[in-house]
């Protein structure tokens, strides 16, 4: 029988658990934090892909709908594909264990996660990233782990470690904080504009927070782990490598690469290269080398040569400094009909952005398994089309990628929006990646926060971000021993530079950030100044931002729905709901304009509409409806005008509703100017049509109706206003 293994780290509640399940499994542990239980899973393929040159690890997160005790939605009662929450986490978890596998370990890793238990309190995404610390660092996979995962909150100016979901709630501060026993690894969040002072002790804060969680990992490792396995590592062959880096000297991939376009470096490249794979087919013949040789040897040369420069004489591929920015344009108003949009550009990075206004009730639904807020009223979509960059491939749904660009851009906007009581819409941004060449997550928020405010949206303070990347050279111990921060990093920097540090905020702090990291750790003084680095370029960039539109537009779009706020009594509610929802439905079809409910029950109802006569009459409706006590709509008064709904018709006349529950007949003499043979030749049961009340009985409350009266009143009155008729000839209207 398996034995089962146990380690409680008490500073943070966490219990890492294993041996009892899953024993085939090259690692395997249960991670509980309160109730909250994840169960993570690390396995390794025994061989490698022929022809394969890439490291290719697979983590996938999921959440089991029987762990919060619920029923999956949809017809086949079982879950489907991951939703947004579950690829985050996924990611969450891909980007700090990747850097720690050994260069040249190209064996597929796979690291499953599974919500077991949820209790609503604990979120898992932290409980998922140490279990796969633990299951990797127990197992026989080669991995120079552990680490350690944490949620940092700042709640009334104190920093507070692993907040419960209520907790959050409070914070100004939402970082997780992910890093070895000596340097950061990963960080990933947003914040409510955060100096970069109080940023920099949030970061040194969670440092000391995961150390608990690190030895306990150590521990679990000493009582259970297994030997580390010895797997052949991928590389060039001797032979090839000699063959390239004499046909292909440094000085020739340096000359290809600097001071030309993204194009033209990338054509140059290529050249090079068939020319080296025409000397290995000289030298060593077909079938005595594969694409791997030469595919491997021109990563490392160029990684080398984009770094050379950069740390010996502080130049760049494209001939900027350490600290330039690229050219920046940005431009507001780019396309008619849309509520917003801006198109920003930073060097060959392009997005077109859009902002679409809408009611409340557009808001996100979320089905939370462990938790916390259930819609949001802010969404930001992020598209990557593979014309951005020059080539052909996928093109529909949006991938991983996108998700989580996406999702670092939305939550560096957030901060800055106003409160839904001050701007009561739902906000849909979409940014379209038009050309990419390094962060096109920047570019987003930059044209992002540029729509918002094109789109009338009173956001507290613009927005911009940027990334800072590194150039490093190690010692013999690999421990770093030069190093240069560089500021707006091109893709080819992204791609074979260390870090990719993106930081977006206002000229008060930081809004948002990510660090992702291709070197085994950052130490903290790198950190700081790529931290200050960044504040000094967002400052930049939003001067060119603020140029193109110095503050939000006074007013929407004239294509935007207008919104008009008007207060019921709360009681009344249910009466402007109607039964199963009949009554404000009837509202919003017979009058065309959207009407939401504030959920906090204050009695505060939002009206939407960009047609000002649907806006006027769904307000006259809901006034009649809940102005008043009753039971039913206002009463009918003689000799206003109402716009009702048919009700019923008879050979004598038609029945219609003026106000909710009120209604009239008109008489079939009344219906036209003309002999009416049949009521259902002027209207059916549905119709709408405005008419005039021209007397109650006094005795029996019976109202009578005119549609004659109306027609006539109405056209007067429109006479009036042209200056066709003069206005003492207009009856006046209600």
């Known amino acids: 029988m398996n034995q089962k293994y146990s380690v409680t780290v008490p500073e943070l509640g966490i219990t890492f658990s294993t041996g009892s399940i899953a024993g085939l499994a090259n690692g395997a542990v249960n991670v509980s934090v309160g109730e909250t239980n994840v169960f993570v899973t690390a396995c390794v393929a025994q061989t490698v892909k022929p022809g394969q040159d890439f490291f290719p690890l697979t983590v996938d997160y999921r959440e089991k709908y029987a762990a919060a005790g619920r029923f999956p939605g949809g017809y086949f009662k079982r879950e489907g594909r991951p939703s947004e929450k579950e690829i985050l986490t996924s990611r969450l978890c891909d980007r700090p264990c990747r850097p720690l596998f050994p260069?040249?370990?190209?064996?597929?890793?796979?690291?499953?996660?599974?919500?077991?238990?949820?209790?609503?309190?604990?979120?898992?995404?932290?409980?998922?990233?140490?279990?796969?610390?633990?299951?990797?660092?127990?197992s026989d996979i080669p991995w120079s782990g552990p680490i350690g995962a944490v949620r940092v909150a700042e709640i009334d100016g104190q920093f507070v470690a692993n907040p419960t979901i209520e907790q959050m709630y409070s914070s100004t501060l939402d970082l997780i904080y992910v890093g070895t026993e000596k340097d950061m690894l990963m960080i990933e969040g947003s914040a409510d504009q955060i100096p970069e002072d109080r940023f920099i002790e949030a970061l040194a804060f969670g440092h000391q927070a995961i150390q608990p969680i690190i030895r306990?990992?150590?521990?679990?490792?000493a009582l259970c782990g297994k030997p580390k396995a010895t797997f052949p590592l991928v590389g060039a062959t001797p032979e090839a490598r000699a063959i390239i880096e004499r046909v292909v000297p440094a000085e020739r991939i340096t000359e290809a690469i600097f001071g030309k376009e993204k194009a033209a470096r990338g054509a140059a490249v290529k050249a090079l290269k068939e020319e080296a794979k025409a000397a290995l087919l000289a030298e060593l013949g077909e079938g005595k080398f594969t694409d791997v040789d030469l595919n491997v040897v021109f990563e490392d040369l160029q990684y080398k040569a984009y770094r050379k420069t950069v740390l010996e004489r502080g130049v760049r591929a494209d001939g900027r400094d350490a600290k330039s920015l690229r050219a920046i344009s940005a431009e507001v108003g780019v396309l008619p009909r849309v509520h917003g949009s801006a198109m920003f550009q930073r060097g060959d990075t392009q997005s077109i952005v859009l902002t679409t206004l809408g009611p409340t009730k557009d808001a996100q639904e979320l089905d939370a398994l462990t938790g916390g807020a259930r819609s949001k009223s802010f969404i930001l979509h992020y598209n990557f089309p593979p014309f951005s960059v020059g080539e052909t491939g996928r093109f529909g749904s949006p991938g991983r990628r996108e998700i989580g660009h996406g999702a670092l851009a939305e939550r560096s906007l957030v901060p800055v929006l106003p409160p839904e009581d001050v701007f009561p819409y739902s906000i849909r941004v979409v940014s379209e990646i038009m050309s990419s060449n390094g962060s096109t997550s920047m570019a987003s928020i930059c044209g992002g926060c540029l729509s918002l405010m094109d789109a009338g949206v009173p956001i507290v303070a613009p927005v911009a971000g940027i990334s800072c990347g590194l150039m490093t050279e190690n010692g013999p111990d690999g421990s770093i021993t030069k190093w240069t921060t560089i500021t707006d990093i091109l893709g080819e920097e992204d791609h074979f530079g260390d870090m990719d540090f993106k930081l977006a905020g206002t000229t008060k702090g930081i809004t948002g950030f990510q660090l992702d990291l291709k070197i085994n750790g950052l130490p903290f003084e790198i950190a700081k100044t790529a931290i200050y680095q960044a504040r000094e370029a967002r400052i930049e960039i939003l001067k060119k931002m603020i140029a193109a539109i110095p503050a939000p537009r006074s007013d929407l779009s004239k294509y935007a729905p207008r919104i008009q706020t008007i207060q019921i009594d709360p009681e009344k509610i249910g009466l402007l709901i109607g039964p199963g929802g009949k009554t404000i439905r009837r509202i919003v079809e017979t009058t065309g304009a959207q009407i939401d409910i504030a959920e906090d029950d204050s009695g505060k109802?939002?009206?939407?509409?960009?047609?000002?006569?649907?806006?006027?009459?769904?307000?006259?409706?809901?006034?009649?409806?809940?102005?008043?006590g009753g039971g039913g709509g206002a009463p009918i008064e003689v000799g206003k005008l109402y716009r009702g709904v048919v009700k019923g018709t008879k050979e004598f006349g038609a029945f219609v509703e003026c106000t909710p529950g009120k209604e009239g007949l008109v008489h079939i003499s009344e219906l036209a100017d003309f002999r009416v043979r049949r009521t259902e030749d002027v209207c059916k049961v549905g119709d709408e049509m405005w008419v005039k009340c021209i007397g109650i009985d006094e005795k029996t409350g019976k109202v009578r109706l005119s549609r004659k009266a109306a027609l006539k009143e109405r056209e007067a009155q429109k006479a009036a206003e042209s200056g066709d008729a003069p206005a003492a000839e207009a009856a006046p209207s209600a």
């Open 103 to 138: 260069e040249g370990f190209l064996n597929e890793v796979q690291i499953i996660g599974q919500l077991m238990s949820a209790d609503q309190l604990n979120e898992a995404d932290i409980p998922m990233v140490n279990g796969a610390s633990a299951a990797l660092a127990i």
């Open 216 to 221: 306990g990992i150590k521990e679990l490792v």
């Open 605 to 628: 109802v939002f009206i939407y509409s960009n047609n000002g006569e649907a806006m006027n009459r769904a307000i006259q409706e809901i006034d009649a409806l809940c102005g008043g």
